[in-house]
Every structure is written in structure tokens, then in C-alpha cells.
């Protein structure tokens, strides 16, 4: 067998503990180390974008991932899946708190992406830099008796810091808001981005995919399918009656009562309720949220990839309503959003929540945009 030096043996060691802790100086090493292209550069102290597109010896390439609050009740979940994802090549973990042993953790796990973690403020552009796709899931989370928008005073200024880093640092890459009420936090990242000249309508995504993923799973039930079999477009936004699903577009092709109909859609609508009230103030959906969070990462990485046919549901900036943001099926691609589709046919029930879903949904619209430029 092979003996290596002693200095061979340190220069691993520090490689090891860059990947964990990049701001140390034996970044240096990690630089010298698995970047086989940055050989030639000086050696530098900062860690710029050289942080961003560094990898770990051997491993696969693939897209560079950001989650912004890695360490919430979403992030956690959410982080240890997307290491798990192969188109994941170097996974970014930010927190104001706790991310160290996020990092520590998640790291250990035998699959080919590379973490990193960053903690505070002090760190988030370093966070960023030359990230593919950035997934915000931070904020605090729904308790008992609260609505989405009882979270807007906290969550709408994290958003809009957290987009700022985004402008700044990796103006081109695809962003998912998860951050609630996705309603107003995503019209509060459109007008970051328009301020700072980076606007790119088809790069900005807000999260609804849980939605899906809950209707797709309610409708099985009473259908007695396998979920994965079925696929219901939900349409609208990510709050109470703005959540509308089209039960009449569903595959496979089936018929409801209006009593069916009236019970899935509103167990669809205040899905997110129903799991708040279960855990009885431990705290709202996190599982399910990073399930369906990552399902809508990993088709957006597909997209990026160039794959055909990529589409899913989101609130995105849109024109399919008079509304300037509205969720609906898009086709992702290699710059986000390639294409958005129409509503198509509604029938009469749907007709009248599509209307309920408009009047909810201008209101929560205009409270971000007026946030974001007050």
C-alpha cells in the first residue's frame, strides 16, 4: 500500500475541514486542493467565487444549490434531501443561528454533493455567490390561530434582506420562495430584484407545489389510487381560497359530486391549517413543505439540465389572469420559466372560486409590493 507524507495528511485534513468551514484560512488549501482548474491563481484569503464553484475531489458535477434558513423546520428536511438530490453538486446551508451542526450533520451523508455552511448576516454573500438556485424557505413558522398573513411583519423583511443578497451576489440564478404567505412574499422579491436592475421575471418562483402534492394525495384517497398515479393542477396562490384546485382538468379523468368537490377543495385549501392544528403549537407543516419543496427544486434542476417536458404548478409573475402574479403550470427550462400555460376549461364551481381566488389574491399582492416600496 501506498504511504503518504505527513504533509500529504495535513493538506487532507484541512481540505476536509474547508469543505465545513470555508472561511477558515485553510480555504487556501481547499482552493489548492479540488479546484483542479484554479491551480495556477494566487492564493487567496477570501472566499469569492472560488467558495462557489470549488468541489470536492471526485465528485459528480452538477448544479451549485443555496438553501437561506437551512436550519428552520422546513431547512432541516429540506437540506438533508437536496444532499441526497444527484443533480446537486455543491450545497450552500445559510442561518442566523444553529447552521454549524446543520453542516456538521448533513455533511456526513455518503452522497456527492459538497456542503457548506454560513452563519449570519456576515456571511450570507458568501452564501450566494455564483449559485444556480437559491431556495428560501426562512421565517418563522404558522402557530394555532394565526393565518399566513399574521406571519407578513416578520417574514416580509427577511424576504426582502435575504433577495438583496440574491441581487448582489447571483442575479442570474432560478429563486424559490418558500417563505410565507407566499402571496406577498414573492411580489416583495420581484420588487427587490426590479430595484437593483436584475429583474428577471422568469427566474422568480414562488413554492406552491405542497398544494399539489396535498391534493394529488386527498384526491387518492377518496379515488383509492396510488397518488402518484394522480395529478390535480392547483392554480390561484398558496393561501386559504386562493387555493384553487381544478378538480375538473385532474388525470386521470374522473367526476365528483358537488359534495366530493366541496370537501376536497376545502381540505386542499386549509390543508396547512389542519397539520398546525394536529401538532397542537409544535409547529405547522415542515415535513410535507420539504418534501414538496424539494420535488419543485429537483424539477427546476431538471430544467436547468435542459430536460424537455418540465412542467409543475407555481405563483409565479404571469399573465394568465389580470393579476400580476398567479399560479398556474409552467414549463421550466434552462432560464426558469420557459413557458406559462392558460387556465383552460373551468367549470361553473371552479369559475366561482377562480373569482374568490383573484379577490384574495390582489390584496395580498398589493400588501407586498407596497412593502417592498415603502
Given at each position: ?42 492564493m487567496e484569503r477570501s472566499s469569492g467565487l472560488e467558495s462557489a464553484i470549488c468541489r470536492a475531489k471526485g465528485g459528480a458535477p452538477g ?197 366530493e368537490t366541496a370537501y376536497l377543495t376545502s381540505r386542499i385549501q386549509n390543508g396547512g391549517t389542519e397539520v398546525v392544528e394536529a401538532k ?95
Amino acid at each position: 500500500m501506498k504511504q503518504h507524507g505527513g504533509g500529504d495528511v495535513s493538506q487532507r485534513i484541512a481540505t476536509i475541514s474547508a469543505h465545513l468551514n470555508p472561511h477558515k484560512l485553510q480555504f487556501e488549501l481547499c482552493i489548492l486542493n479540488i479546484c483542479a482548474y484554479n491551480h495556477n491563481l494566487k492564493m487567496e484569503r477570501s472566499s469569492g467565487l472560488e467558495s462557489a464553484i470549488c468541489r470536492a475531489k471526485g465528485g459528480a458535477p452538477g448544479f451549485r444549490v443555496a438553501i437561506l434558513g437551512a436550519a428552520g423546520g422546513i431547512g432541516q428536511p429540506l437540506s438533508m434531501l437536496m444532499k441526497m438530490n444527484p443533480l446537486v453538486s455543491l450545497l450552500h446551508l445559510y442561518d442566523v443561528a444553529n447552521t454549524p451542526g446543520v453542516t456538521s450533520d448533513i455533511s456526513h451523508m455518503d452522497t456527492s454533493a459538497v456542503v457548506r455552511g454560513f452563519l449570519g448576516p456576515q456571511q450570507l454573500e458568501n452564501a450566494l455567490t455564483g449559485m444556480d438556485l437559491v431556495i428560501i424557505p426562512a421565517g418563522v413558522p404558522r402557530k394555532p390561530g394565526m393565518t399566513r398573513d399574521d406571519l407578513f411583519n416578520i417574514n416580509a423583511g427577511i424576504v426582502k434582506t435575504l433577495c438583496e443578497g440574491v441581487a448582489k451576489c447571483c442575479s442570474k440564478a432560478i429563486v424559490n420562495i418558500i417563505s410565507n404567505p407566499v402571496n406577498s412574499t414573492v411580489p416583495i422579491a420581484a420588487e427587490v430584484f426590479k430595484k437593483s436592475g436584475t429583474y428577471d421575471p422568469r427566474r422568480l418562483l414562488g413554492v406552491t407545489m405542497l398544494d399539489v402534492v396535498r391534493a394529488n394525495t386527498f384526491v387518492a384517497e377518496v379515488l383509492g389510487l396510488d397518488p402518484r398515479e394522480v395529478d390535480v393542477p392547483v392554480v390561484g396562490g398558496h393561501a386559504g381560497v386562493s387555493i384553487l384546485p381544478l378538480l375538473s382538468q385532474m388525470k386521470p379523468t374522473c367526476s365528483f359530486t358537488s359534495e366530493e368537490t366541496a370537501y376536497l377543495t376545502s381540505r386542499i385549501q386549509n390543508g396547512g391549517t389542519e397539520v398546525v392544528e394536529a401538532k397542537a403549537g409544535a409547529g405547522s407543516a415542515t415535513l410535507s413543505m420539504a418534501y414538496a419543496a424539494v420535488k419543485f427544486a429537483d424539477a427546476c434542476l431538471r430544467g436547468l439540465r435542459g430536460d424537455a417536458n418540465v412542467i409543475e404548478c407555481a405563483f409565479v409573475p404571469s399573465t394568465v389572469t389580470e393579476l400580476p402574479f398567479f399560479a398556474s403550470k409552467v414549463r421550466l427550462g434552462r432560464n426558469g420559466i420557459e413557458e406559462i400555460y392558460p387556465l383552460g376549461p373551468l367549470n361553473e364551481s371552479e369559475r366561482v372560486g377562480l373569482e374568490m381566488a383573484k379577490k384574495e389574491l390582489a390584496g395580498s399582492i398589493e400588501k407586498g409590493v407596497s412593502f417592498a416600496t415603502k
